[in-house]
């Protein structure tokens, strides 16, 4: 009986250290592109095959994180204007932070705008940009930056393309800004772009980061952090690259997450972060209890009339940033609003908590807290002369006093 030969050699896989035909061969995880008999066989082919395997998993990096589709949609998020560049203080003390600690991995992810290049600057380890964000004028943003950037040739033309492009493209980048805020979005892109510190002033910054984005290994994806079906897909790709992530750049996303989706931004933090990742993120809450933050909660109420009646609207508080590494800590102790989270399900009573939690309410605050919470109630829970939306937020010390009377000892430092 005549054996049945294959029609050609090709027809054959073989393993690529050895050259046998097994039953089965598993195929490299970060390339795809060779197979093998088992991990002994790789190991000794990895000298030969790593440069290969590194440059096609540059090559196919920005293609497999792009083809990601957003799942979930935040509730409360707005999708109105690009920060090209952050209102975050403490940018100078961040990047020196970053610089002093080791190397953890080759990826960095974040969100937003321009600043995250100050940061993947700092990071020499850094090889692979993710940017994570929902807004869609965010990620036109980023597309045009990168055709900037892979196109000039020196950075100070890069510089000066940039500036260019950004005050050519305010209708785009900046819709339904008034005139007065515009000028003065404007004139802080150009003072920051202008900065002597900035990663376009640095020819070893420049080149490094000019490269990852001719090298296709920039990437953004339009998605949230609470979608966790994205964010898992992430972070299969990642593994299967034997990619780490180095430092990630969170900003104050929390504070536009909706008190019910902090699960979900908990468990796509730890898909994301590995034990020694590098968070860089503000100190707590930028607002106190404002107009618009009773918004964010409360997308249909109007608290003018809790502030007319002794809290003033303050958002000028400045924004820090703060650098953490994790250390193996889970994700709940570097939010508290996510611990806070597991404890107390109920929305009012989270929202109150988290103010006294990151002590938002000043001593005179709680003081008028306390007045208008009493007033209010000495005329009867079905009052109509404060809308219901607000009395459930005027309400909220009663409520969590009644149900945990030991956070009265948070209250007042």
């Known amino acids: 009986m005549a054996l049945a030969l294959p029609n050609s050699i090709q027809d054959v896989e073989t393993c690529a250290t050895c050259f046998q035909a097994p039953p089965t061969l598993k195929s490299c995880q970060g390339c795809m592109t060779v197979k093998y008999c088992d991990t002994d066989c790789q190991r000794a082919d990895w000298q030969t095959h790593k440069q290969v395997c590194v440059t096609k998993i540059k090559e196919t990096f920005a293609r497999d994180i792009e083809s990601i589709t957003p799942s979930v949609v935040n509730k409360i998020f707005n999708d109105n204007i690009v920060y090209v560049t952050t209102n975050e203080v403490d940018e100078d003390l961040t990047t020196k932070k970053l610089r002093e600690i080791d190397d953890v991995g080759k990826v960095y992810i974040g969100t937003s705008g321009f600043s995250n290049l100050n940061m993947v600057g700092a990071r020499k380890s850094i090889e692979y940009i993710i940017i994570i964000d929902a807004s869609k004028i965010t990620a036109l943003f980023w597309r045009n930056i990168a055709q900037i950037i892979i196109g000039s040739e020196t950075k100070e033309s890069c510089l000066e393309k940039i500036k260019n492009h950004i005050n050519e493209s305010t209708s785009i980048y900046f819709p339904n800004i008034d005139k007065e805020s515009l000028s003065y979005i404007l004139i802080s892109c150009m003072q920051d772009l202008d900065s002597p510190k900035i990663w376009l002033r640095d020819d070893r910054q420049y080149e490094r980061i000019k490269e990852i984005f001719k090298n296709n290994c920039f990437a953004m994806v339009t998605a949230d952090f609470i979608d966790t079906v994205a964010v898992g897909q992430i972070h299969k790709i990642l593994e299967r690259k034997k990619l780490e992530v180095d430092t990630i750049y969170l900003s104050h996303v929390q504070n536009y997450i909706a008190p019910d989706d902090f699960g979900a931004y908990e468990n796509s933090l730890e898909l994301l972060l590995s034990k020694k990742t590098i968070v860089v993120d503000t100190h707590d809450y930028p607002f106190?209890?404002?107009?618009?933050?009773?918004?964010?909660?409360?997308?249909?109420?109007?608290?003018?009339?809790?502030?007319?009646?002794?809290?003033?609207e303050d958002s000028g508080i400045p924004i820090r940033q703060r650098v953490r590494q994790r250390n193996g800590e889970p994700i709940s102790k570097l939010y508290p609003i996510?611990?806070?989270?597991?404890?107390?399900q109920n929305k009012d009573a989270l929202f109150y908590l988290y103010g006294i939690e990151c002590k938002h309410f000043s001593f005179e605050e709680a003081l008028i807290i306390e007045k208008i919470v009493k007033k209010q109630y000495a005329r009867g829970p079905f009052s109509t002369e404060i809308p219901k939306e607000n009395l459930a937020l005027l309400t909220m010390q009663i409520w969590a006093l009644k149900h945990h009377p030991f956070i009265a000892t948070l209250s007042y430092p």
């Not at 618009?292 to 003018?304: A, I, V, W």
């Not at 996510?338 to 107390?344: G, N, Q, S, T, V």
């Open 288 to 312: 106190k209890v404002t107009l618009e933050l009773s918004r964010r909660y409360y997308p249909d109420s109007n608290l003018q009339t809790f502030i007319n009646m002794g809290l003033k």
């Open 338 to 344: 996510i611990e806070l989270f597991h404890k107390y």
